[in-house]
């Protein structure tokens, strides 16, 4: 430790809190019992379904490393980070400096959980001759050569500028911790609760019980990850084959619902669908057109068709109940004569604007279709143009003046990181601003929370009454369970409770 951290000393974090707070499955129905068989079933991704904890993308993937693997961090239900194999962690009073506590863990090979296997993992997620490994960009202002062990317990890791928000980091997909010297993904060995046992790609893993998992051994014996389109996850679900199906579609789940055999356990408002308007192309390059076009969205209309009902409306901003959401925000309401008025005022009043769609979720082409009938009550024209569900998600960066958009669950930060600054991957609507990334990096390293809250708000207000993204709704977040199956909870993904199967029994 340098002479001026020692003079500062380590400013305490949340991570701190103890684990009792914010693990647990839900009140449960039955006495907990022990043993048996689960079978979760996943949308599949054929080959491209992989063992690598670093490389993943597929909900599969995440689920199966989620079983065999621990990340030093975890995301809480308000998406704050909580502690997993880091059990707390502290900064330097400028968020550059932070050191991470290990728990007493232990790998399925019965050694010990140590700074260095942290420090290893890192790096092995930082190499640059391996570029698809998912949290390189993420964690790229990690400076590794300053980075160290402080003793076997404590890992200091240093950056390259301040980031309040580095334990949320670590929460992100790809960020598992492996053993010193890992190489062999098709041998997985890590501090989680199943022990791996088989795995074949678009198929199945299987995994069974780790008897000296630090947070208690699971209930179940033996799990399964299974993969399978949804057809097929419904088929599995309902029939007895399997007693998980995860991403379920909210016609779905009115008909299991309607039985007495499957339960549905529902994260609210856990996700977004939107559309999204290019901000640098017209007609979306001009501010009155994109306001016209969030004020004809009738979005009740688009949460009870689309959605089925399962979901609210949403405010043109991602993250409703997630810290750093602005919920004083009056909601929009649909307004057609003042966007005609802004439209006429454009010169678009009875032109055509293509909407560029595809069946790459959900929902899309649906909500698509029923938005160009709200759009015409204007007397605007929207073309429904259908394109490659395999590829939309990169066709849509460069296809289209608007699109649909959909987000599952991150810290927002993160989302505003991957999608709204000016070199983020995934800026579907352009929107580039210097002054916005500046101010959104002022905010990253401010170290005192309602400080960094009020400038994330004001940054999210400028969004929401400038940017192209027309947030409609924010759908439920759907999993299917056998009646006997207890202890699931109703976690957004990508948080710590959702698809953690060592807390869940069969009664």
């Known amino acids: 430790m340098s002479e001026a951290l020692g003079r500062r000393g380590f400013l305490g974090m949340a991570g701190a809190v103890g684990l009792a707070a914010v693990g647990g499955c839900g009140a449960a129905t039955a006495e907990p019992k022990q043993g048996g068989r689960l079978r979760a079933v996943y949308a599949g991704g054929g080959a491209k379904e992989v063992l690598d904890p670093h490389v993943q993308s597929l909900f599969v993937d995440i689920a199966r490393h989620k079983a065999i693997y621990e990340k030093l961090v975890e995301l809480g239900p308000d998406l704050k980070p909580v502690p997993r194999l880091a059990a707390r962690w502290d900064h330097d009073g400028t968020a550059t400096t932070w050191r991470f506590t290990l728990r007493d863990a232990t790998f399925h090979d019965g050694a010990k959980l140590v700074a260095d296997d942290v420090l290893y993992s890192l790096s092995r997620i930082a190499d640059p001759?391996?570029?698809d490994?998912?949290?390189?960009?993420?964690?790229?202002?990690?400076?590794?050569?300053?980075?160290?062990?402080?003793?076997?317990?404590?890992?200091?890791?240093?950056?390259?500028?301040p980031n309040a928000e580095f334990p949320a980091l670590l929460a992100g997909i790809g960020t598992q911790i492996v053993r010193n010297g890992f190489e062999d993904p098709s041998k997985p060995v890590g501090t989680g609760a199943f022990r791996y046992v088989s795995f074949e790609a678009g198929r199945s893993m299987v995994a069974s019980r780790?008897?000296?998992?630090?947070?208690?051994?699971?209930?179940?014996?033996?799990?399964?990850?299974?993969?399978a389109d949804s057809d097929a996850r419904a088929n599995a679900v309902q029939g007895g084959q399997a007693e998980y199906a995860n991403d379920m579609t909210a016609t779905f789940a009115r008909t299991a619902e309607a039985g007495k055999t499957l339960r549905i356990v529902a994260a609210k408002a856990s996700t977004m669908q939107a559309f999204v308007m290019k901000v640098d192309q017209p007609p979306f390059d001009n501010p009155d057109?994109?306001?016209?076009?969030?004020?004809?969205?009738?979005?009740?209309?688009?949460?009870d068709?689309?959605?089925a009902g399962r979901g609210e409306v949403?405010?043109?901003?991602?993250?409703?109940?997630?810290?750093?959401?602005?919920?004083?925000?009056?909601?929009?309401?649909?307004?057609?004569?003042?966007?005609?008025?802004?439209?006429?005022?454009?010169?678009?009043?009875?032109?055509?604007?293509?909407?560029?769609?595809?069946?790459?979720?959900?929902?899309?082409?649906?909500?698509?279709?029923?938005?160009?009938?709200?759009?015409?009550?204007?007397?605007?024209?929207?073309?429904?143009t259908t394109g490659s569900p395999q590829t939309y998600a990169k066709d849509l960066l460069t296809k289209g003046a608007i699109g649909n958009h959909r987000s599952g669950a991150m810290p927002i930060p993160q989302y505003l990181t991957d999608r709204l600054l000016s070199h983020s991957p995934f800026n579907v609507t352009h929107w580039r601003r210097p002054a916005f990334d500046a101010a959104f990096?002022?905010?990253?390293?401010?170290?005192?929370?309602?400080d960094r809250s009020r400038r994330y708000g004001a940054l999210q207000k400028t969004l929401r009454d400038e940017g192209g993204i027309l947030a409609w709704g924010l759908p439920d977040y759907l999993v299917a369970v056998s009646a006997k199956v207890q202890g699931v909870q109703a976690a957004p993904p990508n948080t710590l409770d959702q698809g953690r199967f060592d807390k869940v029994w069969l009664a």
């Open 210 to 227: 780790y008897d000296d998992y630090w947070d208690g051994p699971a209930r179940i014996e033996e799990l399964h990850i299974l993969s």
């Open 133 to 161: 490994r998912v949290a390189q960009s993420s964690l790229g202002t990690l400076d590794l050569k300053r980075s160290k062990a402080i003793g076997p317990s404590t890992v200091e890791l240093v950056l390259t500028e």
């Open 289 to 303: 057109v994109r306001l016209a076009f969030k004020l004809l969205a009738d979005r009740q209309r688009l949460v």
């Open 129 to 131: 001759a391996v570029p």
């Open 305 to 307: 068709v689309v959605l």
């Open 441 to 450: 990096a002022a905010a990253r390293s401010t170290t005192d929370e309602r």
């Open 314 to 384: 949403g405010n043109d901003l991602f993250g409703k109940g997630y810290q750093y959401y602005p919920a004083e925000l009056p909601v929009r309401e649909r307004d057609v004569d003042r966007a005609k008025a802004l439209l006429a005022k454009a010169g678009l009043a009875g032109k055509q604007v293509e909407i560029f769609t595809a069946d790459a979720s959900a929902g899309f082409v649906v909500a698509a279709t029923l938005f160009a009938e709200q759009v015409a009550e204007a007397g605007v024209r929207l073309k429904v």
